[in-house]
T-cell receptor, first 113, second 113 residues
Framework: GENVEQHPSTLSVQEGDSAVIKCTYS??????FPWYKQELGKGPQLIID?????GEKKDQRIAVTLNKTAKHFSLHITETQPEDSAVYFC????????????FGDGTTLTVKP | KAGVTQTPRYLIKTRGQQVTLSCSPI?????VSWYQQTPGQGLQFLFE???????NKGNFPGRFSGRQFSNSRSEMNVSTLELGDSALYLC????????????FGPGTRLTVL
């Protein structure tokens, strides 16, 4: 089955700096890669996603890149703010199994004011 | 649009008991997926229901079961509870077609004593 590895497990940055989280996946048939932000006491919230026919997607301060050949994708957050502090998860799934996602282990991001 | 709701939010049970958790998806969504989240294992896929049928299943024992009703609401049941079943149980709602976006509820925190 699919396996998703996520690095780093913890990340601490100064406010205003950039943060990068990386994930690799094993199943070349995976074609949908979402990123979630989970705050304490809440469920994961979808923040951005990318499909395999696209190499990069940007939404304000957040961007995701995908390298299908290398089977890895990354989340980039620019101009970080304290409210960006949370646990971030990457995931992978296929159109044929739309409701089944495999998640990375999460990255705890701390943005210091 | 109302989000995904899960009830109850917190539950305390003892070993050997059984428990039923409920999830109401976003209006119009036909797919409900269930995940178990623990500090050690991360987010693990349990199963997905689409139009009242189980469409995908993860690698959990038969003590974990679920069902979906005609209004797309879903329940999951865990029988003969074990200490290791203590976790946050999350449900995710999606349209269930080739668009994979999943929207998570706040989860049910189950503690088994």
């Amino acid at each position: 089955g699919e396996n998703v590895e996520q690095h780093p497990s913890t990340l601490s940055v100064q406010e205003g700096d950039s943060a990068v989280i990386k994930c690799t996946y094993s199943d070349s048939a995976s074609n949908y890669f979402p990123w979630y932000k989970q705050e304490l006491g809440k469920g994961p919230q979808l923040i951005i996603d990318i499909r395999s026919n696209v190499g990069e997607k940007k939404d304000q301060r957040i961007a995701v890149t995908l390298n299908k050949t290398a089977k890895h994708f990354s989340l980039h957050i620019t101009e970080t703010q304290p409210e960006d502090s949370a646990v971030y998860f990457c995931a992978a799934s296929k159109n044929t199994n739309a409701g089944k996602s495999t998640f990375g282990d999460g990255t705890t991001l701390t943005v210091k004011p | 649009k109302a989000g995904v709701t899960q009830t109850p939010r917190y539950l305390i049970k003892t070993r050997g008991q059984q428990v039923t958790l409920s999830c109401s998806p976003i209006s119009g969504h036909r797919s409900v997926s269930w995940y178990q989240q623990t500090p050690g294992q991360g987010l693990q896929f349990l199963f997905e229901y689409f139009s009242e049928t189980q469409r995908n299943k993860g690698n959990f024992p038969g003590r974990f079961s679920g069902r979906q009703f005609s209004n797309s609401r879903s329940e999951m049941n865990v029988s003969t509870l074990e200490l290791g079943d203590s976790a946050l149980y999350l449900c995710a709602s999606s349209a269930g077609n080739s668009y994979n976006e999943q929207f998570f509820g706040p989860g049910t925190r189950l503690t088994v004593l």
